[in-house]
């Protein structure tokens, strides 16, 4: 069974550009969260969807986006890009509907802004 | 304050050391979580717990939902051990993770 793909591994973008980065979970998940890690706050939640509908979002600002198609694979778009959001972006999917079931996380896309 | 604590921040240990890394929580759970990051980003899930114990290999995970504490012990610890350890907590129905800063553990042969 093939893991989570995240695509690409590794952008570079330049202020004030956007960025889609896709992830495709394992066949049979249906949840599939996004996560951005940096040196400085570590691992934080983006948002997680499940069947198409987000149903949590952490504490970023509205220029981060993400959807699920009915495949259930995610995109995440950031719009306006800055120098702070150079990170680690990992998206998770896990088989049930809440993260009391064990997530399964992609490889990582490397975003750098310059 | 950060809602996960974890200690310590950084761990060295010679091979074959037992290694206890801790994780303090202040927000009620449904589950806890313990990962680990290799050089390189990938992140894998080692335990996800909600009470007692489990073991994996020469992994153990406890939890003590009362005091909102929970460790990770590694047995006979291995060079290939080294990544950092994160602990994670997930809430009710809040279908999210708040993650500790991580452990980095350097286990040197």
């Known amino acids: 069974k093939a893991g989570v793909t995240q695509t690409p591994r590794y952008l570079i973008k330049t202020r004030g550009q956007q960025v889609t980065l896709s992830c495709s979970p394992i066949s049979g998940h249906r949840s599939v969260s996004w996560y951005q890690q940096t040196p400085g706050q570590g691992l934080q939640f983006l948002f997680e969807?499940?069947?198409?509908?987000?149903?949590n979002k952490g504490n970023f600002p509205g220029r981060f986006s993400g959807r699920q198609f009915s495949n259930s694979r995610s995109e995440m778009n950031v719009s306006t890009l800055e120098l702070g959001d150079s990170a680690l972006y990992l998206c998770?999917?896990?088989?049930?509907?809440?993260?009391?079931?064990?997530?399964?996380f992609g490889a990582g896309t490397r975003l750098s802004v310059l | 304050k950060n809602e996960v604590e974890q200690s310590p921040q950084n761990l060295t240990a010679q091979e074959g050391e037992f290694i206890t890394i801790n994780c303090s929580y202040s927000v009620g759970i449904s589950a806890l979580h313990w990962l680990q990051q290799h050089p390189g980003g990938g992140i894998v899930s080692l335990f996800m717990?909600?009470?007692g114990k489990k073991k994996h290999g020469r992994l153990i995970a406890t939890i003590n939902i009362q005091e909102k504490h929970s460790s990770l012990h590694i047995t006979a610890s291995h060079p290939r051990d080294s990544a950092v350890y994160i602990c994670?907590?997930?809430?009710?129905?809040?279908?999210?993770?708040?993650f500790g800063k991580g452990t980095l553990l350097t286990v040197n042969p």
């Open positions: 969807y499940f069947s198409e509908t987000q149903r």
């Open positions: 994670a907590v997930s809430g009710g129905s809040n279908y999210k993770l708040t």
């Open positions: 717990l909600s009470s």
């Open positions: 998770a999917s896990s088989l049930a509907d809440s993260t009391e079931n064990i997530q399964y």
